[in-house]
């Protein structure tokens, strides 16, 4: 047998098994670079330098952070959101590449010393003595999720571009040729002749039959139709729903409160005063004076004839004092005492001690149900992601929604409702949700397609999954159910008609010759005379929907509008054009307005070149799944 089997291994066909057998093994072991062999990873390419993953997940993760800090409990983290932040993301890295490259065709560098001499001037960087501090910058990056290299590429890039904008927006300015005509433009006032004819003061018109209600009744079908209504099916799955079942232990309380202690620890705080002197011989004088009863404005003028600073820092705790050796002579010194100079990379401090407030730390027992909240909140969370994935593979093996609903405890509704949650008995449909979220809901109601197997999606109301029944478009009430709110319209309707055709006389006179003043008062009505009227009139002297039309007027000219209330008709009476010169102080800001726009197009017209003459490719796949939770 052994014989026979080493015949058969030396043969072609077992050598080519073999071959066959390796290579198997070889692409399983490597099947991922298979896969990806010639697809590109980078999210985008400019000129051809990549822009990856890591770099653009890094950006959005900033901006994300960046939207949360500026909006805070308001912020919303929806799909949309992360969509609109990813794409904002990769057009803000594909313009750095832009710019970057232009500046380094040009030749444009930024030395190192400009680079820290700009950092050093950023005000959010400079602690109490007013100067930058490091401890301060490092809080920055951590809070950014930045590293200082990453850091400082960004400011050189940026000091760079700034290079480039400036010579590009230095080429603006406003001639005056320009800036008179349009500073005469927005001081111009103008005076008019005004009658207004509200629907109220329209004559009661005579009562109609119901051969006109009829025809009024098919002639407006929106006005009288019932709303599309849609017959759905709707699972919704969220963490508030999912946190009814959550159990948290005492033991997971005594636990959460000892890892998250510092969150119910308050520190003690101390009020501080502190001179600032570069001579350890003056710091030590002025500080004997200050333990001997000096006043602080006393230490003020000493401190400033030694060439430093006096200034009252306020209540702080430990963390709030930028160097460690400041926080030990601080909190080591006793209330009303002043601390020995103490040297820092900024020179020799002297503190006092005005006043002390001791900490505290609030018991387990005062924040246990503050705990359980939020450990419900976070279990659920998790919870709601695991089971998502849960009833996304039940429906695709083909449950329906009221079968998963029922299996994973997902709210539930069988509903007949228009796209304002009413039925159509005009009562308001019940929803699995809470009442914030019953708008998300009816919106991916509406959005749904019938037909369409159900598939959870995330929403604002929360995951939720839509199988649409029946449509119903709508659909023109009978009359007899609608005779009260057609004739109401149609009585409206004539008012209307009624002050629109006066108004229309009033403006055919005005036309034919006469004034708007003779003509009111031939047929009965009020006018009244409004002066200094401006584009931008807000006082409520003249109806705004007149305000543009007046302005396009000649002298003695008419204009009529529907407003609010009715309708008004309006005659040029004089147009005032001030002399620009008489305010040079208003064409001087003029002029620094016009320029700043002027530039600020100029800027704009010149990164859209640049980007356009880039070979820029953005790979759509690779942005969606950037915009994945």
């Given at each position: ?98 710019l ?12 190192d ?27 920055f ?6 590293t ?69 009744h ?9 709303p ?52 350890e ?12 009863g ?30 460690p ?12 005492s ?13 503190l ?40 996304e ?62 598939r ?7 995951f ?26 149609f ?112 800027e ?26």
């Open positions: 047998m052994l014989t026979a089997l080493r015949r058969l291994a030396s043969t072609w066909v077992a050598k080519l098994l073999f071959v066959l057998l390796i290579s198997s093994f070889a692409v399983w072991g490597i099947g991922d670079t298979i896969r990806n062999f010639g697809q590109d990873t980078a999210v985008a390419r400019v000129g051809g330098t990549p822009i990856e993953m890591d770099e653009a997940q890094a950006a959005v993760r900033r901006e994300m952070q960046r939207l949360s800090r500026q909006v805070g409990g308001q912020f919303e983290n929806d799909p949309r959101i992360r969509r609109a932040v990813a794409q904002q993301a990769i057009e803000q890295l594909v313009l750095d590449r832009v970057r490259g232009e500046a380094r065709d040009l030749g444009i560098s930024v030395p010393e400009a680079v820290r001499d700009f950092i050093f001037s950023i005000q959010g960087f400079r602690g109490m003595s007013g100067q930058f501090e490091r401890p301060v910058f490092e809080n990056l951590r809070t950014n999720d930045m200082e290299g990453t850091f400082l590429a960004l400011v050189r890039a940026d000091l760079a571009r700034q290079q480039l904008a400036l010579a590009v927006r230095s080429g603006a300015t406003a001639p005056e040729v320009l800036t008179r005509p349009l500073l005469q433009w927005q001081l111009e006032q103008r005076s008019a002749a005004l009658v207004t004819l509200p629907l109220a003061a329209a004559p009661e018109p005579p009562a109609p039959e119901e051969a006109q209600l009829r025809r009024f098919e002639n407006n079908p929106d006005r009288f139709s019932t599309e209504y849609r017959e759905a099916s709707v699972a919704v799955l969220t963490a508030e729903r999912i946190s009814r079942e959550v159990e948290i232990s005492d033991a997971d309380i005594a636990a959460a409160y000892e890892s998250r202690r510092n969150q119910f620890e308050t520190p003690e705080r101390r009020a501080l005063a502190q001179v600032l002197v570069q001579d011989e003056k710091a030590k004088a002025i500080a004997a004076a200050w333990s001997g000096a006043d602080f404005a006393a230490v003020t003028r000493e401190a400033e004839a030694a060439g430093g600073q006096a200034l009252e820092l306020g209540s702080l705790d430990r963390a709030g004092l930028p160097f050796q400041l926080a030990e002579a601080a909190f080591g010194t006793a209330v009303g002043v601390t020995a100079p103490i040297r820092t990379d900024f020179g020799w401090h002297i006092k001690v005005e006043s002390a407030e001791p900490g505290a730390t609030r018991p387990l027992t005062e924040v246990r149900d503050q705990i359980r909240t939020d450990l419900t909140a976070e279990k659920a969370a998790d919870l709601a992601f695991e089971r998502a994935n849960q009833v593979d039940a429906l695709a093996g083909g449950a329906t929604l009221a079968e998963v609903a029922q299996r994973f405890n997902l709210g539930f509704a069988a509903i007949r409702t228009d796209a304002n949650g009413m039925d159509p008995e005009d009562k308001p449909v019940e929803l699995p949700v809470i009442e914030a979220a019953r708008a998300p809901l009816l919106r991916a109601i509406f959005t749904a397609e019938k037909g369409a197997a159900p959870l999606a995330e929403t604002e109301a929360g939720v999954a839509v199988d649409i029944k029946e449509i119903s478009p709508p659909a023109l009430r009978p009359f007899e159910s609608v005779e009260p709110l057609v004739r109401e319209a009585i409206a309707e004539a008012r209307r008609r009624s002050q629109e055709e006066r108004a229309a006389g009033l403006l055919a006179a005005v036309k034919g010759g006469k004034s708007l003043a003779d003509a009111a008062r031939e047929s009965g009505f009020g006018v009244r005379e409004v002066g200094a009227i401006t584009r931008d009139q807000r006082d409520g002297a003249i109806p705004p929907e007149l305000l543009a039309p007046l302005f396009e007027l000649k002298a003695n000219e008419p204009t009529m509008a529907q407003t609010q209330d009715g309708y008004a008709v309006a005659q040029l009476l004089e147009v005032t054009r001030p002399d620009p010169g008489t305010d040079a102080a208003a064409l001087a800001r003029l002029k620094a307005e016009v320029t700043q726009a002027m530039a600020g197009d100029l704009t017209e010149y990164v859209a070149a640049l980007r356009n003459r880039a070979d820029v490719r953005i790979n759509p796949r690779l942005v969606d799944n950037l915009a994945q939770p």
